[in-house]
């Protein structure tokens, strides 16, 4: 089992510019998180979704920040445009509703300059 | 409102010597935790949850948890600590009627050869 898996697992960007993290979640979960960690707010949820719905994105910081999830083994998190403070780790983690646990992929560091 | 809380930002410890590291949360209805460890630079991985049954759940890496009801508890511990074990512990409570996890704030752990 590969995991959850993230990418890129850097990137650096300036302000202004797109940027697009993927995730794909572990085969056979139904659930799809999208989370972002910094010191200063610690891990926040953004959005997640089931079976390939949003669900609640109550946590998505403004209008700057759209996630998708075309099929069951793809998301995406875009962030347009790019602002400093956006810098983070953004992390996708997926899970099932039997089981209730929610696996982390690697997370994406990024720094928008 | 769910909430969970980590009293200690910080815990140290003697390798060799018992760990706790400290949860308390406020659910209504059952409550569903967990415990993650975040290594530096990875991802969250999963140590163990409680769900129902016994109050006393053992996880990965010989980490174990006990659930205390009437103090609303779910403390980490293990009877010896590794040099290994350092690294930043979270506690999370499923929001009830949902799938989100409401994190608490990390503790980080250093354990002292």
């Known amino acids: 089992d590969a995991g959850v898996i993230q990418s890129p697992r850097h990137e650096v960007t300036e302000m202004g510019q797109e940027v697009t993290l993927r995730c794909k979640p572990i085969?056979?979960?139904?659930?799809l998180f999208w989370y972002r960690q910094t010191m200063m707010r610690g891990l926040e949820l953004l959005i997640y979704?089931?079976?390939?719905?949003?669900?609640?994105d109550s946590g998505m910081p403004e209008d700057r920040f759209s996630a998708k999830m075309p099929n069951a083994s793809f998301s995406t998190l875009k962030i347009q445009p790019s602002e400093p403070r956006d810098s983070a780790v953004y992390f996708c983690?997926?899970?099932?509703?039997?089981?209730?646990?929610?696996?982390f992929g690697p997370g994406t560091r990024l720094l928008v300059l | 409102a769910q909430s969970v809380a980590q009293p200690e930002d910080q815990v140290n410890v003697a390798e060799g010597n018992p760990l706790t590291v400290k949860c308390t949360y406020s659910v209504s209805g059952n409550p569903y935790l967990f415990w993650y460890v975040q290594y530096p630079n990875r991802g969250l991985q999963f140590l163990l949850k409680?769900?129902?049954?016994?109050?006393l759940v053992k996880g990965s890496y010989g980490f174990e948890a006990e659930f205390n009801k009437s103090q609303t508890s779910f403390h980490l511990k293990k009877p010896s600590a590794l040099v290994s074990d350092s690294a930043l512990y979270f506690c999370?409570?499923?929001?009830?009627?949902?799938?989100?996890?409401?994190f608490g704030t990390g503790t980080r752990l250093k354990v002292l050869a």
């Open positions: 409680y769900i129902t049954g016994d109050n």
């Open positions: 085969s056979g979960h139904d659930y």
């Open positions: 979704f089931n079976n390939n719905v949003p669900i609640d």
């Open positions: 999370a409570v499923r929001d009830s009627g949902t799938y989100k996890y409401i």
């Open positions: 983690a997926s899970g099932s509703g039997q089981g209730r646990t929610q696996y």
